[in-house]
Nanobody, 120 residues
């Protein structure tokens, strides 16, 4: 079992910055990739950014050049630095961790989410 706790969500003005954190505990040795997802009201949850255990990153087109994902393995903490925020970035942001279960399958763990609101 892996527990994920996010923090850092807040109300920020258009063009502002925030840094989200996600601290993992429990069976963290199993974790391969970690990522940030977000869900806006009335919309499906979408991938924002992902980082592998080796440090490879992947971003949604809508956040490329503005958001940076990073990972401190020693602290079991995942970060998302968000710059040049826009009202359309408003959503609940969720931390995700993948643990391999055999073959090509993974089990996904989720945090409880943290609210990011960008005012225009």
């Amino acid at each position: 079992q892996v527990q994920l706790v996010e923090s850092g969500g807040a109300l920020v003005q258009d063009g502002g910055s925030l840094r989200l954190s996600c601290t993992a505990s429990g069976d963290t040795i199993c974790i391969s990739a970690m990522g940030w997802y977000r869900q806006a009201p009335g919309k499906q949850r979408e991938l924002v950014a992902q980082i592998t255990s080796g440090g490879s990153t992947n971003y949604a087109d809508s956040v490329k050049g503005r958001f940076t994902i990073s990972r401190d393995n020693a602290k079991n903490t995942l970060y998302l630095q968000m710059n040049s925020l826009k009202p359309e970035d408003t959503a609940v942001y969720y931390c995700n961790a993948l643990c391999p279960t055999g073959g090509s399958t993974h089990y996904a763990y989720w945090g409880q989410g943290t609210q990011v609101t960008v005012s225009s």
